[in-house]
C-alpha cells in the first residue's frame, strides 16, 4: 500500500504550549486550531493543547467541530457570525465573538441578555492600518462605551500586519491599541500572535494568540525553530518505490528539465503535488533520509518524485522526510517562494495521519 504519512508528536505540541507559558506568563492563551489546526488535524490536536484556557477559529463550523469532539474550554470566533441567524447557535454552544462591523454589533445587542448572562465575553476589533478587519479608532471608543454600558464584558482585540518584521506601521498599530486601551480603561486586550508573542513582551496584556509556533514553525523569515527553541509537531513522510541507476546524459520527469551530469542512482518516491507537498518549479526541493538531506531531481508530479541517493543506503521501502526534524517545512516553505503556514494548510487528505 502507499505509505505517505503525516506524523502528529503531541509531545512537541506540549512543548511548544508551554514555551508559550514560558514566554506570556501572565497571559491567558487562546490558541488558534483555525484551518483544521493548521492542518495538524484539529481532533488529534486538542487533546495535546488541553492545558490551554481556550481556541481561536476562523468560522461556526470549526468551533462546533470543537464543541461536538467534546472540549468546553471558551472558544473565540475571531471573524465573529457572518449572518444574524448564528447568533442564537453561538450563545447555545458558549462561543465567544468578535465584533469587527456594525451589522455584527446590531445582531449582538438584538440578544443582549442571554449572551450576557452564559458569561461571554465580547472581542471588539480595532482596525489600527491593517485594513482587513475592525472598527477605525474614532468610532471604535462609543461601540466600546456603549457595550459596557449594555452590561458587557469586553476585550479590545487588534492584529499586526508586521508582527515578523521591522516595519513604520508597526508603531502606529500599537499607539492605536494603548489610546483605545487607556481611553476605555478598564479594558481586557489582546494583540499578540506568535511573531507578537516574541517581538513584543511588553504588550502580552490578558490574551495571547499563539498560531504557528504551536506548531513548530516559524513566523519569522530570518529564525527558525531551533533559534525559537519550538519542535516541529508534524512529520510528514513517504516511501520509495522504485530505484533506477541512469547515466551521465539521461533525462529525468516530466519536462525532461534534468539532465544527468554524470552516473547517478534515483529513488522514487510515492509523494507529489497531489498530496499537498509543492512543485518547487524552477527552484529546488530537498528532502531528507536518515537525518542527510538529498536533492529532488527534475519535476514533481502528482504522485510521485525522484530523489538522488547516489551513494545513500536506500532500499524499496525506506522512509523519507518531506518536511519535519532534519528538512524544516520552513525550508521546503522558502524553497517553493511561500511560508510555513501554507504548506502546512494545503496537504491534501491522501496521506495517513498517526499520533505520536
Ligand atoms: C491566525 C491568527 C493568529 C495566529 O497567528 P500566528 O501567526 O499563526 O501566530 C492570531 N490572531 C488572529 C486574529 C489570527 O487570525
Known sequence: MRQATVYIDSAALQYNLNRVKQLAPTAKIVSMVKANAYGHGVKDCLAALSETDAFGVACLQEALEIRELGYLQPITLIEGIFSADEMQLVI????????????????????????????????????????????????????????????????????????????????????????????????????????????????????????????????????????????????????IIALNDIQAGEHVGYGSTFTADQDMTLAIVSIGYGDGYPRAFPKQNYVAINRQQTRVIGRVAMDMIAIDVTGLEVQLGTEVELWGETRLVDDVATANGTIGYELLCRLSNRARRKVI
Open 92 to 239: 447555545d454552544q458558549n462561543i465567544e465573538v468578535v465584533v469587527h462591523h456594525q451589522a455584527q454589533l446590531d445582531w449582538l445587542l438584538a440578544h443582549k441578555e442571554t449572551y450576557i448572562a452564559k458569561g461571554l465575553k465580547v472581542w471588539v476589533k480595532l482596525n489600527s492600518g491593517m485594513n482587513r478587519l475592525g472598527f477605525k479608532i474614532d468610532v471604535i471608543k462609543t461601540v466600546i462605551n456603549q457595550l459596557k454600558a449594555e452590561g458587557f464584558t469586553c476585550v479590545l482585540a487588534m492584529h499586526f500586519a508586521n508582527a515578523d518584521a521591522d516595519h513604520p506601521l508597526n508603531e502606529q498599530q500599537i499607539q492605536q491599541f494603548l489610546e483605545v486601551k487607556n481611553d476605555c480603561a478598564p479594558l481586557m486586550g489582546s494583540c499578540c500572535n506568535s511573531a507578537a508573542i516574541y517581538k513584543y513582551p511588553e504588550l502580552h496584556f490578558d490574551y495571547v494568540r499563539p498560531g504557528i509556533m504551536l506548531y513548530g514553525a516559524t513566523p519569522f523569515a530570518d529564525r527558525d525553530v531551533h533559534d525559537l527553541d519550538l519542535k516541529p509537531v508534524m512529520t510528514f513522510t513517504a516511501e
